[in-house]
């Protein structure tokens, strides 16, 4: 539990060189005869955390909201694996490694899960706290003398364990390798596996120069490369990022293949990839960006169960404030609304693809999610309808005030999120309650925007979009780069934003369990990727996720605890069941 309190400074936000350092100057000024806020020679503030008795007077005095007063997990102490400096992030314990079983890991970002996965692979050492002193691990294999860690590290010390890593960055991958595809799985993996290579369609992308893959197929790439060396553990982070659906499954079920001969350790915030992959569940929970707790291994029905209750019951813990509670759908048929506007059909064409679309007509509160592969024209259609792009014909002019959230976001102007907001009425009560707090927006008001890590980004992207007055708000993929905690509060905040407003909405994802919750009906894209495209519907959201489930050849159900969407492990009972009677989707 939560015993000592102390002060943690956010640099991103402090601005020490124009507030004449006013933590300092109102900080009781001596205990024991030593000052409490010291400053560094980069010139920020440190706060001696064995000083600091957390009366919480900086907090109040810094003009920035650079500084808030955290609870500490005291009995946590001697578990403490790795800091990273004063006043810095320390991580708690560390995830169980299992030969034979594939580990997930999911927690907020900025929680320590990439600090965990560098750790275990070998690519940091643990410095246990004594950020002070150059770790090493003769130390490491003291601490955790009895312990199956102890062996573990003395094997990575000694080189006798053999890892392969996935990095989180793949965008650096051009950076450092200039060649083609076929290049690169033949420097880096070891004796090609061709029942990866093709269950990935890496084959397809062969003679393509690696800095001309999209983010996509650079992610299977890296998946491949990592899966294809020969090695006694697996440490993946983020596989699904860029993915889409198809490929997120195909990665899940090359991972499981690899985990029958191997230990795999999976850092994801997609849940409905990581039920399905994973077999055990570590939850990190604690304060962002000021210390991750590592829980214990959980199975990961109840794992990913506990982290949506937000208790994890094993250890006597609440790592959120509130139970989140899904709804079983609405599969009736929709109520007769009226009719805000109406797609026409129009076709669009690019060298070598064409996407054709059927038109319908779109209702008040009516809320349409798109499901497909990549390169199969679902950002097109997006485009098309908001008039960033022109169809063959001309035929869409939709004549209405459309807010769109492209795919790929850049920072136009450097302000920071309270001025790119300024032009709403962001901290109106409702617009505050509805969007802001739940996207936990409040700590960022003061970040540039240029300071932000790519789910902030996003989020302020969201919240831009949804705070606009449009008839019809388009998002292309919003769950990118958001952790789960966002990505299950995004699904409540889009349905009641729009619906309240009486408007309408199109969501493209690839996250399943996103889709399924927000969505009134579902267009489905059909067709053969970067060749042609068509946009099916929007049908009803039951025959739509049937038939869009059928063609993957899964099963989807709700959890009974907790009424979250989960995938059927291939070969379930539930699995042949529901294949057997034809209904994929919430038998």
Known sequence: MPGLKVAVIDRDVCRFDKCNHECQRFCPPQISGKKVVVFGEDGYPVIDEVLCIGCGICEKKCPYEAIRIVNLPTEYGKERVHQYGPNAFRLYRLPVLRKGNIVGV??????????????????????LGRFDVEPNYEDVIKHFKGTTYADYFRSLRDKEVRVSIKPQAIYEIPKAFG???????????????????????INKIYDR???ELS??????????????RRADYYFLDEPSSYLDVYNRHAVARVVRRVAERAGVLLVEHDLTFLDYASDYIHILYGEPAVYGIVSRPLSASEGIN????????????????????????????AEEGRVLFSIPSFRKSYPGFTLTVEGKDVKEGH??????????????????????????????SLNLKISYKPQYLEVVEDVTVEQALSRFDWNS?????????????????????????????????????????????????????????????LSRIIPAYI??????????????????????????????????????????????????????????????????????????????EQKEKGEYYYA
Request: hydrophobic letters at 40%; charged letters at 25%; glycine letters at 10%.
């Open 106 to 127: 999911v927690g907020m970002n900025g929680i320590g899960k990439s600090t965990a996965l560098k750790i275990l692979s070998g690519s940091l050492i643990p410095n």
């Open 179 to 201: 060649g083609t595809v076929r290049e690169l799985i033949e420097k880096y993996s070891e004796g090609e596996n061709p029942e990866i290579i093709r269950e990935l369609e």
């Open 209 to 211: 120069l690696v800095s």
């Open 215 to 228: 983010g996509g197929e650079l992610q299977k790439v890296a998946v491949a490369v990592a899966l294809t």
């Open 306 to 333: 506990e982290l949506i209750k937000g208790e994890i019951r094993q250890e006597n813990v609440r790592i959120r404030s509130y139970n989140i509670k899904f709804r079983m759908p609405d599969l009736s048929p």
């Open 367 to 396: 809320i349409i999610g798109g499901l497909g592969p990549n390169g199969i024209g679902k950002t097109t259609f997006l485009k098309v309808l908001a008039g960033v792009e022109r169809d063959d014909e001309n035929r869409v």
């Open 429 to 489: 009560q409702e617009n505050l309650s509805l969007l802001i707090t739940p996207l936990r927006l409040e700590k960022l008001m003061q970040k540039s925007l240029s300071q932000l890590s790519g789910g902030e980004l996003q989020k302020v992207a969201i919240a831009t979009c949804l705070l606009q007055d449009a008839t019809l708000y388009a998002l292309d993929e919003p769950s990118a780069f958001l952790d789960v905690e966002d990505r299950i509060a």
């Open 499 to 576: 619906k309240r407003k009486g408007r309408a909405g199109i969501v493209i994802d690839h996250d399943l369990m996103l889709v399924d919750l927000i969505s009134d009906s579902i267009i489905i894209f059909m067709g053969t990727p970067n060749v042609s495209g068509t946009a099916v519907g929007p049908l009803g959201k039951r025959e739509a996720m049937n038939e869009f489930l059928k063609n993957m050849g899964l099963t989807y159900r709700r959890d009974e605890e907790t009424g979250r969407p989960r995938v059927n492990k291939p070969g379930s009972k539930l699995d042949r």
